[in-house]
């Protein structure tokens, strides 16, 4: 049985995730609205309540990958003075 | 006959209901009930009584069940092992069906009822072997699963009911495997961070405690995956009972490591701290607990060289609410990193930072559920410090654009507008301030600074410096009574004057905010949340939902905090900390 349920969905800020869901299964948010969800019924219920798409681990981790690749871009073609230490390069991200 | 109020100073006040009791500090309160029409009050009951015997003295059997209808099964009864069953009233035990596998070392930890009960693994009668058996229990006879635990092993941890159980850790050698029961099979799930043996289960099957082993370890299972929790106040291994939930739990008993030094005390759990509670009156290993953790049952055990038949009950009026949880606020405007802010939960103040191609100067108020931009910032920055409150609030340092460098600029805001203030006397980036407006306080920055300074709402002066220099650190309280702490794992109080340092953090990555030096929280992009109560932080076990691991931003206190932004990549994630509520029970008065 595989740990978690990947899938996309919009966080609509206020209530899209209580801390009731916090207790009741794992929930985890990433780049390009991903969300990494336990796998059980509290969990699957939840993504299906926020109007989610579930995806495979590999079609989650595409996504997350696209959206840093637009932010490292992004950092790229920033002026070179504004590249310290201090405004890092967006890292790539490995999905759980 | 003295009276009430001459020996408490108030008067026993007349209630219509009883009053919400939310912790210790009510201890001792008396009122009068008119609904009921009862004498009340709280107290804070908390002890081990004794109850009747075991037939047959064990250890390390299986348990089962509640403080008045609980059973244990198998176990270690010089020398052998046993197959037997016996079953509690709640006065006394009584003999049960016997198990098809006779064995000890099974698992443990409460999973399952006095009539749908299960146990698995374990040791059999010598010559030895690890055991994957799967037994359950309907109230009178023992029946075989043919399927066994996919792991083999002894000295596990369990938690769940008959048809919903966790097996995890265990030895031939100690071992992190968990597996997952759904009435009629097992599976191999997420490991536990820490293999080990000896250790206790509570809870259920997606959300339960691995406790001790031979540590202070325990973690949280949340249904696919372990984290660690707050740690025990002394190390347990041999075996030690517990009772109750995730977040309402008991353990007793074992032995303290290294050595052979058996355990009597008792800590309870609710759901943020353990909490040393009454010693049992037979300090015991290998016992079998059941139970609520305000309702608990300790019995049998091993006594070198002897074996146990005692049985202790415990009771308390202490309940636990729910656990702490970061929960989901109201998506920032503008999503950026390395921003500053101020106020509290339900009034926050977030501005400044970098929106991943430039500097904002916006800043943005939170009232409980949403944001609204607010006045922008004359000077647009980012890794800057800010304090203050939502209507009142300061921003000082960072970095400024055009050309980007770093600055000493301070501005201050009134809730509608930013106005110009003193130039800090230093000139940086990634400081920390606390205090108010008109009594700030602002240390550290890059390349980790030691320095410190005071703001009297128009104009800086020089501190003492921090014992340790620090960049992008979080801070907690007011001029005269600060916190700083993060980035480093040091943690350092001022008192007007001068830094101290004080216990640590046991994460250097966290960083975090408080409004009182006494009530600070600490938060890690990936991390666990750390509260401070004023002496010392306590790891919650709790980790945010959107991780990032640079330039985030808290406000608030222990009690309800508001974490936003944040970095790679660039966010406008806002999220909520609810801390874990207690409740107690009231007892009523009688004569006698």
Known sequence: ?96 | MAEYESIHGTRVRYLTSDPTLTDSSTEGQVWYNSTSGTNKTLVQLKAWSSGNNLNTARRASGAMGTQDAGAIAGGQAAPAYVNSTEEYSGYAWTAGGNLNTTRAFVNNGTVGTQTAGLTFGGESNPPNSDLGATEEYDGSSWTSNPTNLNTARRDLGGAGIQTAALAFGGTSSPTDVTESYNGSSWTTVNSLNTGRASLVGAGTQTAALAIGGPSTVVESWNGSSWTNGPSLNFQLDGGAGASGTQTNSLTFGGRKPPGTTLVSSSEQYDGNTWVTTPSMGTARRELMGMGTAQAGLATGGFTPPSFSAATEEYNSNLTSGTRAAWSAGGNLSTARYALAGAGTQTAGLAFGGYSGTAMVPTAEEYNGSSWTNGGNMGTARYRLAGNGTQTSALATRGFAPSPVSQTNITEEYDGSSWTGGGNNVITGSSSCSTGTQTAGLNWGGAPNLSSSQEYNGSSWTAGNTLNTGRSGSGGAGTQTSGLAFGNTTDTETYNGTSWTSVNSLSNSALSGNGALQTAAIAVAGPGVTETWDGTNWTSTGVSVAVPRGDGIFVVGTTAAALKFGGNPPVTNSTEEWTSSTLATTASTLTTS
Do not use: C, H
């Open chain 1, 1 to 96: 049985m595989a740990l978690f349920i990947y899938g996309t969905a919009t966080n609509t800020g206020k209530g899209f995730f209580t801390a009731e869901d916090r207790r009741a299964f794992f929930l985890r948010g990433y780049p390009a609205d991903v969300w990494v969800v336990g796998n059980n019924e509290k969990g699957a219920t939840w993504l299906a309540e926020k109007n989610g798409v579930e995806k495979t681990k590999a079609e989650a981790q595409a996504l997350v990958t696209a959206e840093v690749q637009a932010s490292q871009a992004a950092w790229d073609a920033l002026p070179a003075e504004e590249k310290t230490d201090m405004n890092p390069r967006p890292t790539d991200i490995t999905l759980p």
